[in-house]
């Protein structure tokens, strides 16, 4: 069966890879992880693997903290965010059902 992860998302990369695509040092990358804004993949070895999705968020986070925005206001927008994602997945679901219902068709 194929992986239907976008590329995007796959957790392919290593942390020094990252490191050159990003500009940022081994260790902020470290550090975002340890304040909860990227969530790497590890390797049986404990490698972090990241994606081409970690590498804008890490890109994002970067220029938010040159902007002067604390990590922890960094973590609550993604958290906000995320939020208004689940809502409208959740929204998108009861239309279905309510569109299924209404037309009478059934799984």
Known sequence: ???KT??????VI???VISELTG??????RYYEERKLIF????NGGT???SFSDVEALVDIANKMEDGVQ??????E???EKKKIDKEKIRKQMLKGQINAQFGVQK
């Open 14 to 16: 290593s942390i020094g």
């Open 40 to 43: 790497p993949e590890r390797t």
């Open 1 to 3: 069966m194929k992986d």
């Open 71 to 76: 990590t922890y206001e960094i973590r609550q």
């Open 24 to 29: 940022l040092s081994e260790r902020q990358i």
């Open 48 to 50: 972090r693997k990241y």
């Open 78 to 80: 993604k958290i906000r």
């Open 6 to 11: 976008s590329y995007k998302d796959k957790k």
